[in-house]
Every structure is written in C-alpha cells, then in structure tokens.
C-alpha cells in the first residue's frame, strides 16, 4: 500500500512552525508547505510573521488556527501578483496538514497567473 512516511520533532521553537509541529504531532511534507505559506506572507508584507507577538503566544495562536494578519490595504488590493501570492499562501496556510496545498498545487496557481 501507498503510505506516508512520517516523523517527529520533540522540540519545535520559532515563530515559523506548522500547527502539526507545535502539537508535537507525526510530521509530513506538509510543514514544508506551511512553511512556504511564511514566505510568501513576507513577500507580501515585507516583514516577518507575528512580529510583534510572543513566541509562547504564537504557538497556542497557530494551534488554534490562528494567521499572521496581512495589511487590509494589501486583502484588498487589485494587484494581480498579490491577490496570486495571497491565494497560494492561504493554500498553504490550511489547518489540517491532510488537506494542505501541495507543491505541485501551489505551483500550479502560480503558473496559472502567468498566463
């Protein structure tokens, strides 16, 4: 049969880790994906995730679904390329690693928008 392998992490400090990385869960290749989520929110605000918010309290705030808040200036922006970085960051932002983006599905919005 098809499985995942998976694996664990007893410690996962910073403000850049997955829910499932802060639950000290069975990890996948999804917290990459999360992970790319990050990336693409400082792309887009120019500045790290929870800046101004407590380690501790970043780690119950993600585990409750909780996201870094993008500019409303930027949500509500009419610019292509970042209502595109919006999309694929939300993507890689789901909750449940199960039915996170994968890579392949995030490139493909990011391909999508060149055409």
């Known amino acids: ?6 694996f664990k992490i007893k410690v996962n400090k910073g403000k850049n880790r997955s829910p499932e990385e802060y639950r000290v869960d069975h990890l996948t290749e999804k917290i990459d994906i999360y992970s790319m989520g990050n990336i693409f929110y400082k792309l887009i605000e120019n500045s790290p995730n929870f800046q101004n918010v407590r ?50 599905e995030v490139t493909m919005v990011l391909l999508d928008a060149q055409k």
């Open 55 to 104: 380690k501790s309290n970043v780690y119950n705030m993600v585990k409750e679904g909780k996201r870094p808040i993008v500019s409303p200036h930027l949500r509500e922006s009419n610019d292509t390329v970042i209502q595109t970085l919006l999309r694929a960051m939300n993507m890689c932002f789901v909750q449940d690693p199960q039915t996170r983006a994968s890579a392949k």
């Open 1 to 6: 049969p098809n499985t995942t392998c998976t």
